[in-house]
């Protein structure tokens, strides 16, 4: 199975750009990798998935390189509502599988 | 609206107990999945199941049953078995059982046992 490493947490200040790297060196061919934020005593929310190269959506970007042992979740311009904790998610990409391996997540603090 | 409903969203039990955790949805997703998450960490996979009448162990099953018994309704039961029940539990489904379908997660029931 393929195991996730993020950072435990990073700081960032209002109306900056974040960056949160997730690496997932054992990756197989099939997996792809989908980003959660999730509140406190909320559910997870879905915010991006990738398979490989660059995804854009109207909330954030996924980078992923090449060789797709690590993606980059990138929050433009964030808000104190993006604080929250971030979960790299990597899974098979078909029906028979395999479990799902949530990483440990990276709580991410918005400073005024 | 569709979603995933799970009730109650607090439970209060005594030790020795087994408690049933229930979980809906209406998005007609074939996978279903019952997640926990102990405080300050992540989530970690209970069961799962990707069509009626079929559900598989994940990496924490024991002390834990569950049944599919309708595509819409995936309860987890807690049984006296389980050595530290006292967790947030979280639902989830996706269309289909496969890493490139998003999982919509439940609100979450926040389960203590005494």
């Known amino acids: 199975l393929a195991k996730t490493t993020q950072p435990i947490s990073m700081d960032s200040y209002e109306g900056q750009e974040v960056n949160i790297t997730c690496s997932h060196n054992?990756?197989?061919?099939?997996?792809?990798i989908t980003w959660y934020q999730q509140f406190p005593s909320q559910g997870p929310r879905f915010i991006i998935q990738g398979y490989k190269t660059k995804v854009t959506n109207e909330v954030a970007s996924l980078f992923i390189p090449a060789d797709r042992k690590s993606s980059t979740l990138s929050l433009p311009r964030v808000s104190l509502s993006d604080t929250a904790v971030y979960y790299c998610l990597v899974g098979v990409g078909d029906n028979y599988g395999q479990n799902f391996v949530f990483g440990p997540g990276t709580r991410l603090s918005v400073l005024p | 609206d569709g979603g995933i409903t799970q009730s109650p969203k607090y439970l209060f039990r005594k030790e020795g107990q087994n408690v049933t955790l229930s979980c809906e949805q209406n998005l007609n997703h074939d996978a279903m999945y019952w997640y926990r998450q102990d405080p300050g960490q992540g989530l970690r996979l209970i069961y799962y199941s990707q069509i009626v009448n079929d559900f598989q162990k994940g990496d924490i099953a024991e002390g834990y049953s569950v049944s599919r018994e309708k595509k819409e309704s995936f309860p987890l039961t807690v049984t006296s078995a389980q050595k530290n029940p006292t967790a947030f539990y979280l639902c989830?489904?996706?269309?289909?059982?496969?890493?490139?379908?998003?999982?919509?997660f439940g609100p979450g029931t926040r389960l203590t046992v005494t």
């Open positions: 989830a489904s996706s269309r289909l059982l496969a890493g490139s379908y998003e999982q919509y």
């Open positions: 054992n990756i197989a061919t099939n997996d792809y």
